[in-house]
């Protein structure tokens, strides 16, 4: 199996004032194709630093990260943010989507980032993607027209869209009900048996249940590395859900 | 990173805030319009009182006594009861003169006209043949008096159209007629084309044009002469040809190189680049009130892409989430600015030439749209939207994507 991300003793340390905060002492492990990966840790752990660094978006103090082969400290800011458009497909626990703009914008928002594309292009892409996530339906409603869930499924079509080697969720479940979380949780499983590699950060274990593998993190050091013995089914959870009357 | 796909987002993020756009544009379409409609006033009353002055006669030249001059020490006297200007005087500059193509003496005096019952106060002129050529004040009907009738100081006249409407009612033709000013009869031979008023707001038809000797002798008797009208080659050379005309009098009146001129030599163009200083004053005063209201709608553009920018923080820290580069967003935020301020220019061009034509048609103001006002504006209210968007770009796209992101 081919390594997507390979991190190896990442450190960070921010200054604030004269103190040094180091939220990251030492984090190594790798992340092969196709694999379902959750971070746990509790507030403090050091988990949003690392997601930041994964995500392009931050750079290790020391240590190494490469994703897809390349390694990120030697690349300036503008080619992070080529990475992230080309490589790294992002998913927010508030969904972020752009208000007063359809779906389908929404979701061709990356590609627009892409000067190789042409408009078709961009807009046969931004219809597969929510096609894959089930909302061929809603191309042109606007995200206020949308239920919590939909509109999460549009941010994963816009993270698909470009077609990157990993997805990065971001307690992307924080902010639905069980149900729907669920719901969201067997889309993603159903990305990861169609070979996506996810990386999915969370402060639940019953999220995390459902990958097939579990990173936790301590006061920015991993505690536990652990391939999941028996990975629950999302549909299978979401069937034996009770069905309640407010619902 | 493609630029019509900058367009494009900058075009979108416009199109989500409607209201805000249109009234970030409001200053930018005010300070545009006023700029042009304030202009278009400047240049307009600039243009009729150029085109009053030069329907005088363009290239003309008028040679009068300096009434600053005073005479035998004690009291100054009235420029028109000076004696200094003589008819050699007149005589030495056609002779003389390489730059002066035709000069004629003048005399006036005020006097009643009168045609049987009708009688109207109005001024006698005297000059020569070639004072028509000079004013450049064509006939509508009838023949010009001609040398002979100086010599012989006839007593026919030409008469403006004040006078002919004054004195024969109802159609009927005054050439051939024969009118009295001051008892004094003339025998009408044309009658002169309409001019108008001039600068000053005086009738210039209300007038008569006699040989200069008749005037002189029948009805002022005074042998000198009070002004000199002469025409310059053309207008350039109408510098020129003052000089050489004071250089001419001063021999003739034997002046010592210490005195002063007791005379004054004025040209037309010099009046009417008196006249367009004053209107180009005037112009640019209201260009600049006008220009401060379109700095001031270049700072609303400013703080309004501030707010955009702070509002948007969420949006920015997304779309640089995504992929978008520092530049990305840089180029965005000045697209919108500059997009904001070239629509509100074309708006504000366009009411600019409106209220132009309005002001024209219920004020009765001359206006002139001038294409270079369209220009300058349109120019100022793009540099405008660079200018004042470029800062807010800037702050955007210098936003940290992690804080972004998290900011509420």
């Known amino acids: ?247 | 990173m493609n630029i019509f796909n900058l367009i494009r987002i900058a075009l979108k993020a416009l199109q989500r805030n409607k209201l805000r756009a249109f009234l970030t544009m409001l200053g930018i379409i005010i300070g545009v319009g006023a700029v042009i409609a304030m202009v278009a006033i400047g240049q307009g009353s600039k243009q009729s009182i150029q085109d009053q002055l030069s329907s005088m006669g363009s290239n003309m030249i008028t040679i009068r006594p300096n009434s600053n001059m005073s005479v035998g020490g004690g009291a100054r006297l009235d420029a028109s009861t000076l004696q200094t200007l003589k008819l050699e005087d007149v005589k030495a500059i056609e002779q003389q003169a390489k730059y002066i193509t035709a000069v004629s003496p003048q005399v006036s005096g005020r006097g009643q006209a009168i045609n049987g019952a009708l009688n109207w106060p109005t001024t006698i002129q005297g000059v020569s043949p070639n004072y028509l050529d000079i004013r450049d004040w064509p006939l509508k009907d009838g023949v010009p008096f001609g040398d002979n009738d100086v010599k012989a100081a006839s007593k026919v006249c030409l008469i403006g159209q004040t006078v002919a409407e004054n004195l024969f009612s109802g159609g009927e033709s005054p050439v051939g007629k024969t009118i009295r000013f001051n008892k004094i009869p003339f025998k009408i031979i044309g009658v002169l084309a309409e001019k108008g008023e001039n600068a000053f707001g005086q009738d210039q038809d209300d007038i008569i044009l006699a040989p200069y000797t008749t005037v002189q002798k029948r009805i002022l008797a005074i042998t000198y002469i009070q002004n000199i009208f002469a025409s310059a080659l053309d207008e350039n050379s109408s510098t020129l040809a003052t000089a050489e005309v004071s250089q001419i009098l001063r021999t003739a009146h034997k002046l010592k190189p210490a005195d002063d001129d007791d005379f004054l030599v004025r040209t037309q163009a010099e009046l009417i680049s008196t006249f367009s200083s004053t209107s180009q004053l005037l112009t640019v005063l209201l260009a600049a009130i006008a220009g401060i209201s379109l700095v001031v709608g270049g700072i609303g553009i400013m703080n309004i892409m501030y707010v955009s920018v702070t509002e948007r923080t969420k949006e920015i820290g997304l779309r640089m989430s995504i992929g978008a580069r520092g530049i990305d967003i840089l180029l965005q935020f000045l697209i919108e600015a500059i997009l904001i301020s070239i629509t509100g220019g074309l708006i504000g061009i366009a009411l600019g030439i409106t209220a132009s034509r309005l002001i024209t048609v219920f004020l009765s103001w001359p206006t002139l749209v001038s294409e270079s006002s369209i220009v300058l504006s349109f120019i100022v209210c793009t540099v405008t939207g660079v200018f004042f968007g470029y800062y807010p770009a800037v702050k955007a796209s210098r936003l940290d994507p992690i804080e972004a992101l998290r900011y509420e």
């Open chain 1, 1 to 247: 199996m081919s390594k997507i991300l390979e991190i190896h003793d990442l450190k960070r340390e921010f200054r604030m004032g004269t103190e040094t905060v180091r939220a990251l002492k030492g984090v190594s492990f790798e992340v092969n194709a196709g694999e379902f990966v959750t971070i746990m840790g509790s507030s403090g752990s050091g988990k949003t630093t690392l997601l930041n660094i994964l995500g392009c978006l931050d750079k290790p103090s020391s240590g190494l990260y490469q994703l897809d082969g390349v390694d990120i400290s030697k690349l300036s800011r503008d080619d992070l943010a080529r990475l992230r458009n080309r490589k790294i497909g992002f998913v927010f626990q508030a969904y972020n989507l752009l208000a007063r703009t359809s779906a389908l914008e929404n979701v061709e928002l990356p590609l627009l980032y892409n000067a190789e594309l042409t408009a078709h292009d961009r807009r046969e892409k931004a219809i597969k993607a929510l096609e894959a996530v089930k909302l061929a339906e809603r191309l042109d409603h606007m995200p206020n027209q949308l239920s919590g869930g939909q509109q999460q499924r549009v941010a994963i079509a816009r993270a698909l869209v470009n077609e990157p080697v990993m997805i990065l969720a971001d307690e992307a479940t924080g902010n639905l009900d069980t149900r729907t979380s669920y719901e969201i949780m067997a889309l993603l499983q159903e990305l990861n048996q169609a070979g996506k590699t996810i990386v999915f950060v969370t402060h639940e274990p019953d999220i995390a249940s459902f990958s097939s593998r579990t990173v936790m993190l301590r006061d920015g050091k991993v505690i536990r590395d652990s391939q999941n013995e028996n990975v629950r089914s999302a549909r299978q959870a979401l069937s034996e859900l009770p069905v309640t009357d407010d619902y």
